[in-house]
């Protein structure tokens, strides 16, 4: 059934070396006491649950699957819920929660490094917890007192949990034609009706109450996005004392059928004059449930590291061990009858093709999560801003690139193990189906770049470009001038000079006709992902290059994975630029007839 074992030594690379946490910390007065060893040791403890508890559960919960029981109730896969139980009772959903509601307060980054071994051991399982904590999110932000005293302990211990409900049979990202309805009942609640489709988490029996956030119309709403409130509905109402009292008109219909992840139960959420309550203004849930749903992206993102994470390893292992014809240059292996794989240049490839995506998006996702410490907690307010804008920029190429980048890594993981790849009792099959949603949900990627390079880039005229831009520059300025990081900062300071032109003509282009939009902006994204990529790796190897001295093999194993980045993955971006630049015309004047 495979293997997984946490990356610490990388992990720690990269909060320690790269990223130099404990002193980033220092500048946040909350975080301020927190240390390298307590990182350590938490990372350490996270790593044992995944890969002992939950990476065991992986085959088997997908095997099974979630079951309807009908009315409403359903069944997670053998072991889930005790998994989950043991990993309230360690704590784990407190991590990165407010003291003040029973949280650990521990810094974003801690939290992101555990979802990573998570989702690397068990994707369908992690998105029971992951859900919550989104849920979590949304309401310290947005919340009322109340709200926020009546269910963030119950979130934050994980006796409770939660979901995100947008979709509906007629809408998927296009929410401003929801119809979802919240009569006002004369109290402080309303009365919600509609059907939400696609529900992750749903139903299920890991915790004693599910708490709904809704979307949906008011009476006098105001049509489109701008007439879309947020609502708190849970499936027990909570009574006097705060414990699950009674049934709410809220309930599962059924659960879907699904190409992937089925140990996580995707459910048809039906609301018949359900009992919510407001959460943030009227007519203005989006911007509450914002909050939730790019931590649900960011969460999207640390999905795909993990599988791309885990399939590595157990390509690696397979590839050592399974035999298969003679190296080209002579047998490897000769006391055997034939040279393990790992001797073929192609099979090399997929490997490092991995390794070199899962290493980038581990520093860049790990990064990502350091600037949302800065925004939440830095003490200086133009780092919180800057910061922010970072965080807002990047996040749709956290959300699309690493899932790109994820299921072309299973699949190279599938491809590997041969026919074995193929049969599921080896496991690689999975990660292809699981990886797979994760281009899907949270907003497809197509509509991730659109956010990227519509609004994000070009809605600000290039502003939080510039920002990102900046940080490269600084490093290429820095470097640049040093031999040794020629074959590291030229390509660098290339494709930052690319992206820079190529932004700027489809800025152009876009004014007269707003289709060339549309049509760029996937292989721009694919571009500026590269960009980020490129950052990462050439800052890694400037600390690989000063510390190969020491003799350990990591830093010369991370050289040599840089390299390969540098001469094999960012030559994409020939293609990618050429795409970007072809314009609407090829796909726009074609007519619908001749398709």
């Known amino acids: 059934m495979g293997q997984y074992a946490a990356p610490l030594r990388d992990m720690q690379f990269v909060l320690h070396e790269l990223l130099n946490v404990e002193a980033e910390l220092r500048h946040m007065p909350k975080h301020a006491e927190l240390d390298t060893d307590t990182i350590n040791a938490v990372l350490e403890e996270a790593g044992k649950f995944c890969s002992e508890v939950l990476f065991p559960l992986n085959h088997s919960g997908d095997q099974e699957g979630c079951t309807y029981a009908g009315d409403g109730v359903v069944t997670t896969p053998k072991g889930f819920r005790q998994a989950y139980r043991q990993y309230v009772e360690a704590g784990w959903p407190a991590l990165g929660c407010d003291p003040q509601y029973g949280g650990q307060g521990l810094p974003a980054f801690v939290n992101n490094a555990l979802y990573e071994m998570l989702n690397s051991a068990n994707q369908a399982w992690t998105m029971y917890p992951g859900l919550s904590h989104g849920a979590y999110e949304c309401l310290h932000a947005h919340g ?238 133009a780092e919180r801003k800057q910061a922010a804008d970072l965080v807002a920029l990047l996040t749709p190429i956290l959300k699309a690139f690493l899932s790109d980048n994820a299921f072309e890594s299973t699949n190279h993981a599938m491809q590997i193990y041969g026919g074995h790849g193929f049969i599921a009792e080896w496991g690689m099959e999975q990660y292809v189906r699981d990886a797979r949603i994760n281009m899907l949900y949270e907003g497809t990627n197509g509509i991730q770049s659109l956010d990227l390079l519509g609004r994000k880039v070009l809605g600000d005229m290039g502003a939080k470009m510039k920002k990102f831009a900046k940080l490269v520059a600084e490093f290429v300025e820095a470097e640049g001038i040093k031999p040794e990081m020629q074959e590291f900062v030229n390509p660098l300071a290339d494709i930052g000079e690319k992206v820079q032109k190529l932004t700027m003509e489809i800025g152009m282009k876009a004014m ?62 020939a293609m990618t630029i050429r795409q970007a630049r072809a314009g609407s015309k090829p796909m726009m004047d074609v007519e619908e007839a001749l398709f």
């Open 512 to 573: 007269q006709n707003p289709d060339e939009v549309g049509a760029a902006a996937v292989p721009y994204l694919r571009t500026v992902g590269h960009l980020v990529f490129s950052y990462f790796w050439a800052r890694m190897a400037r600390i690989a290059l000063d510390k190969q001295a020491s003799g350990d093999p990591f830093y010369k194993a991370k050289l040599a994975t840089a390299r390969f980045y540098f001469a094999k993955l960012l030559p994409e971006t």
């Open 144 to 381: 009322t007192h109340e709200l926020q005293q009546r269910y963030l302990p119950k979130l934050v211990a994980g006796v409770w949990t939660g979901t995100m409900c947008l979709t509906e049979p007629h809408c998927g990202t296009d929410l401003g034609i929801l119809r979802t309805k919240a009569e006002p009942n004369g109290d402080d609640s309303y009365s919600i009706s509609g059907t939400k489709i696609f529900i992750s988490s749903g139903e299920h029996d890991l915790a004693e109450n599910i708490i709904h956030l809704v979307l949906a119309r008011l009476p006098d709403a105001p049509t489109g996005t701008k007439g879309i409130s947020l609502f708190i509905v849970p499936k027990f109402v909570p009574n006097d004392a705060g414990e699950p009292g009674e049934r709410n008109g809220v309930k599962c219909g059924s659960i879907e059928h699904k190409m992937g992840i089925h140990g996580n139960a995707t459910c048809v959420i039906n609301l018949d004059n359900a009992k919510g309550w407001m959460v943030g203004e009227p007519n203005k849930g989006l911007n509450a449930m914002f909050v939730m749903m790019n931590a649900a992206r960011l969460g999207v993102g640390m999905q795909s590291l993990g599988l791309t994470e885990v399939a590595y390893q157990n390509s690696l292992t397979y590839a050592k061990e399974r035999l298969q014809m003679r190296s080209l240059t002579g047998p490897k292996a000769p006391e055997k009858a034939a040279d393990p794989i790992i001797v073929h240049p192609d099979v090399r490839r997929m490997l490092l093709t991995q390794k070199a995506y899962a290493e980038a998006a581990r520093a860049f996702s790990y990064w990502s999560a350091l600037q949302i410490d800065k925004e939440l907690s830095h003490a200086d307010e």
